[in-house]
């Protein structure tokens, strides 16, 4: 009943820069937490960044003063921007959200977009 779909995940190179969305559907009344995760080949899914429906956030210290993360407040919609990108941000990204309520209660658990492909290569 949820449903999270990225997008602009690309080639850059190191020090560029790329933006990416996240766009949450479904019967949905609020969700407390959205965010993003990356997994590189052979590594733990790690957090990147996080951002509650009151405004605090939340980033991984390899990209803290790097990356943004902002929040749409009237949509169910998550940006992460990226800025000085690194060979190491390589990584497919996930969109995640938790804490989802719906109208008759609250979605167990947290849901995950498909990824989306981030490359960072001279």
């Known amino acids: 009943q949820v449903q999270l779909v990225e997008s602009g995940g690309g080639l850059a190179t190191p020090g560029g820069s790329l933006g990416l969305s996240c766009v949450a559907s479904?019967?949905?009344?609020?969700?407390?937490?959205m965010g993003w995760y990356r997994q590189a080949p052979g590594k733990e899914r790690e957090l990147v960044a996080a951002?509650?429906?009151?405004?605090?956030?939340n980033f991984a210290d390899s990209v803290m003063g790097r990356f943004t993360i902002s929040r749409d407040g009237a949509k169910g919609t998550v940006y992460l921007q990226m800025n000085s990108l690194k060979p190491e941000d390589t990584a497919v990204y996930y969109c995640?959200?938790?804490?989802?309520?719906?109208?008759?209660?609250?979605?167990?658990?947290?849901?995950w977009g498909q990824g989306t492909q981030v490359t960072v290569s001279s």
């Open positions: 995640y959200a938790a804490g989802i309520a719906g109208p008759d209660g609250y979605y167990t658990g947290s849901y």
């Open positions: 479904g019967n949905i009344v609020s969700i407390n937490v």
């Open positions: 951002h509650t429906r009151i405004g605090t956030t």
